[in-house]
């Protein structure tokens, strides 16, 4: 699936994310400030989580309730190696049966994503972005 949207149509777009995806583990995939993380605030919304949705640059995992169950949203830009995903425990929160969105998932080692989808989002050069959900 391909999108070219601006940030007027992202409720829309989340909610395609979410019925094109085949697993609940999505990968984004874009450069800084591409809207990796505004995406994944709507799609939060769009699962039915009340909770306010903030970007785990930090603290690395947010956890969201959603109506049937929970929501991991990981940024791991700043993890220097898998080592570090590891020591939060990041093989817990992948083997759940909950619904995972991580951001910067080229920092850790790929063999710790089973099955999962992958959202790569681009500029246009514009106010559009690109998104290609594999």
């Known amino acids: 699936m391909e999108i070219t949207y601006n940030l007027t149509e992202i409720e829309e777009v989340a909610k395609k994310v979410i019925s094109n ?10 450069e800084m400030g591409v809207g990796k993380t505004t995406l994944i605030k709507k799609i939060v919304e769009s699962l039915g989580s009340e909770d306010e949705v903030s970007s785990p640059t930090f603290s690395i995992v947010n956890e969201y309730n959603l109506k049937e169950g929970k929501l991991y ?8 190696s898998t080592e570090e995903a590891y020591d939060f425990g990041i093989e817990d929160y992948l083997d759940s049966d909950h619904w995972k969105l991580i951001e910067w998932p ?18 246009d050069g514009s106010n559009s972005r690109i998104l290609k959900l594999n």
């Open 21 to 30: 995806s085949k697993t609940k583990t999505i990968l984004f995939y874009g």
């Open 73 to 80: 949203h990981f940024d791991l830009y700043r993890l220097k």
């Open 106 to 123: 080229e920092k850790v080692d790929a063999s710790l994503f089973d099955t999962f989808d992958e959202v790569h989002i681009t500029s």
